[in-house]
């Protein structure tokens, strides 16, 4: 099926109602640490931890989103985008992860929601991006299975709270780091660096999600379109004898994480310890995990290229796939990387959406796409990110082309709106539209900002 969007050879026409939008996340950019009864997270004592973070760079002040709300959401209007994604920071609603609610918390995202719709801009907010209250933590984190159900509680007072106005719900920011980096391999909060425990996470976390899913289902607003955000990579094999590792691999990445949520079972996966325990698994899990769902969010950054080993091993632009010694990794010559070393491949997105669609007619959003670039500023105060662009355009074009080969894709957030706190990486890393400078909090438009801002406000993109 195709949509025969309007297009010309130089002008592709998105539908009239697609979001073009930013997305940033709590930790990341608010600050105020320790204002107005915000309780501790998991990132407060990880980046508190000696070694953990990049120059022991931390969330405290960020960029100092707590206190500017109204410049953020005018930057927002500025930009002639439609849709901000923010996330809502546990620990600011609930101190202590359960138990009293903090109205101040409730406060500040009352005031962003309220301000994105005066401008016309619509809300979609994470319920869990990542910073689990440390009294939690302390209790076993997402070892503990009781969290899930913590984190479903959470989720029917932000329901209560916000649904009257939010309008789109996303329980969980990618399932994969939280178990991956957070528990196999520990370079993320709580650091915890084993394989079992990685297996357990993998379980609660997807659990949080149904659960979190019926909660805000059930809330006293009303049912309110909600859908999980799952970061997906196009895994791709150069040569037939690397398909078959090629496809554990996609399992390992991808199918570990959707395919419990849209088809209610874990993957074939050769390596068990990547697979939950058996024990951990009770009765009608999988089925809360499968609960109905509204839309897919699906971030991507890049795809994985994989090949066989030649003899010749591992040459510079090859690297080692752990566990899969038969294949290695490619970063070929001709594709471009990121300032994270990440490849810039928009054709990765296309696969990616296809592969999606093949599996469930849910509507799809990009809830995360983005790049970083080694930004500074010119002596005139400018950012020319001519990176940042090519890849801004090279995966808008994707998109469009997906929604003309007859995708469900109903939006693009970029991300981020804002250079933030890139977790491990600390500041060294910039995602933003807009450029920060730290020590002021001042910001600045990128040039990409611009050049997103003219395709928001014609929803065309120009080759
Ligand atoms: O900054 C992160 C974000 O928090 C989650 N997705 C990937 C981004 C870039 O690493």
Redesign the pocket.
């Known amino acids: 099926m195709t949509t025969n969007l309007a297009s010309d050879q130089n002008a592709h026409v998105f539908p009239s109602d697609f979001i073009f939008g930013a997305a940033t996340?709590s930790y990341?950019t608010e600050g105020a640490v320790n204002e107005d009864g915000r309780g501790m997270s998991i990132w407060d004592t990880f980046c508190a931890t000696p070694g953990k973070i990049y120059r022991g760079d931390n969330g405290d002040i960020a960029c100092d989103a707590y206190h500017r709300t109204a410049e953020d959401l005018d930057l927002l209007k500025n930009l002639n985008l439609n849709g901000y994604r923010f996330s809502i920071a546990w620990p600011r609603i609930l101190p202590e992860g359960t138990g009293a609610i903090n109205q101040k918390g409730i406060d500040y995202y009352n005031r962003i929601i309220d301000g994105l719709l005066e401008r016309n801009i619509s809300p979609a907010a994470t319920i869990y991006?990542?910073d689990l209250p440390q009294p939690l933590q302390d209790k076993g984190g997402w070892i503990n299975r009781d969290t899930a159900e913590y984190l479903a509680d959470y989720a029917g007072i932000c329901a209560d709270a916000f649904g009257d106005r939010v309008e789109q719900f996303i329980t969980i920011?990618?399932p994969q780091?939280v178990s991956r980096l957070g528990y196999r391999i520990g370079v993320h909060a709580p650091g915890i660096a084993d394989p079992i425990q990685g297996g357990i996470a993998t379980h609660h976390i997807l659990l949080a999600h149904g659960l979190a899913a019926q909660a805000i289902k059930a809330s006293r607003n009303g049912a309110k379109p909600v859908g999980i955000t799952i970061?997906l990579t196009d895994v791709v094999a150069l040569d037939d004898s690397a398909k078959e590792e090629a496809a554990q691999i996609d399992m390992e990445v991808n199918g570990l994480y959707l395919d419990p949520v849209v088809l209610g079972s874990y993957p074939n996966i050769r390596r068990q310890e990547m697979l939950p325990p058996e024990d951990v698994i009770m009765d009608g899990d999988m089925k809360i995990i499968s609960t109905n769902i509204d839309f897919l969010g699906v971030?991507y950054?890049q795809p994985h290229i994989i090949k066989t080993i030649s003899q010749e091993g591992i040459k510079f632009n090859e690297f080692a796939y752990d566990y899969h010694p038969t294949v290695i990794g490619v970063r070929p010559d001709a594709m471009p990387v990121t300032a994270?070393g990440w490849l810039v491949d928009p054709t990765g997105l296309e696969r990616i959406l296809h592969k999606v669609s093949a599996l469930t007619n849910l509507p799809i959003y990009i809830t995360?796409n983005?790049c970083?670039v080694n930004d500074y500023t010119d002596p005139s105060g400018n950012i020319h990110d001519h990176e940042r662009i090519s890849y801004l355009e090279g995966h808008l074009m994707s998109c469009w082309r997906a929604i003309e080969a007859g995708i469900n894709l109903k939006g693009y957030y970029h991300?981020?709106l804002l250079d933030?706190f890139?977790?491990a990486e600390g500041y060294s890393k910039r995602?933003g539209l807009v450029y920060v400078d730290f020590p002021t909090g001042k910001r600045t438009p990128k040039d990409s900002a611009l050049f997103y801002a003219k395709v928001a406000k014609s929803k065309t993109l120009s080759a």
């Open positions: 996340a990341q991006h990542w920011n990618e780091i970061d971030n950054y994270m995360e983005g970083a991300w981020s933030n890139e977790w995602f």
